[in-house]
């Protein structure tokens, strides 16, 4: 038994039970508890719910490889792609000069006294530069000689080669054969040529420059 002083506060909590004291006790220490995840301080890295990866260096060294790999497949894929279309443009580019170089040469020796005019034309036609000037000059006096020699060829091409081809510039070597008849040969005689033919390209279209018998 608690000895009673003249202090009736203090003798109450002297005489208070301790139970009271324990409880009181412990549910301060579950307060605690409670509060104790909100006044912790995080640490570096973010909370990650369960079940999940953080995501790391690793995902993202990954990733950029992966892109620098795609990046990589277009960029040969386009150089490629060019390769090919300046390939297949200067395979166009020579097929259409030597095309050219046949028929100019074709129309050369191809040749009717009673059609010189539809001759020199179609000469013309596939020329430019100083062969078509010479071809102006001198077309009066072709066709003379055309009409008074009766002259007639009948010729065909044998091959086309193309030597050189440098942007709006190409050289051909053109073979042909020809059989010529004219008023002192009327059963004719077989003539077999080289020629050198000299192209521009003007205005998208190759035209022959020059046309000259090869030794």
Same mark, same amino acid.
């Given at each position: 038994m608690t000895a009673r002083t003249e202090d009736p506060v203090a003798d109450e909590a002297a005489e208070a039970s301790p139970e009271e004291t324990t409880v009181e006790s412990s549910t301060a220490d579950d307060v605690a508890e409670e509060l104790a995840p909100a006044l912790e301080v995080s640490g570096t890295e973010p909370a990650v719910p369960a079940g999940?990866?953080?995501?790391?260096?690793?995902?993202?060294?990954?990733?950029?490889?992966?892109?620098?790999?795609?990046?990589?497949?277009?960029?040969?894929?386009? &150089?490629?792609?060019? +390769?090919?279309?300046l390939v297949a443009g200067r395979d166009t580019d020579r097929a259409?000069? @030597?095309?050219?170089?046949? +028929?100019? !040469?074709?129309?050369?020796?191809?040749?009717?006294? +009673?059609?010189s005019q539809g001759n020199i034309d179609a000469l013309l036609g596939l020329s430019t530069g100083e062969f078509r000037d010479q071809l102006?000059? !001198?077309?009066?006096?072709?066709?003379?000689?055309?009409?008074?020699?009766?002259?007639? @060829?009948?010729?065909?091409?044998? @091959?086309?080669g193309v030597e050189t081809l440098d942007g709006d510039r190409a050289t051909v070597l053109v073979t042909a054969n020809t059989v010529v008849s004219n008023t002192e040969?009327?059963?004719?005689? +077989?003539?077999?040529?080289?020629? &050198?033919?000299e192209l521009q390209r003007q205005d998208g279209q190759w035209m022959a420059s020059s046309v000259e018998v090869a030794p």
């Open positions: 999940r990866t953080p995501v790391g260096r690793g995902w993202w060294a990954g990733m950029a490889v992966a892109v620098l790999l795609v990046l990589t497949a277009i960029a040969l894929t386009v &150089v490629v792609a060019v +390769q090919n279309g259409a000069v @030597s095309d050219v170089a046949r +028929q100019a !040469v074709q129309n050369l020796v191809t040749i009717d006294g +009673q059609n102006t000059k !001198v077309s009066g006096a072709f066709r003379a000689i055309l009409q008074q020699g009766a002259v007639k @060829s009948a010729g065909t091409i044998g @091959s086309a040969i009327p059963h004719g005689a +077989q003539r077999n040529y080289r020629m &050198v033919v």
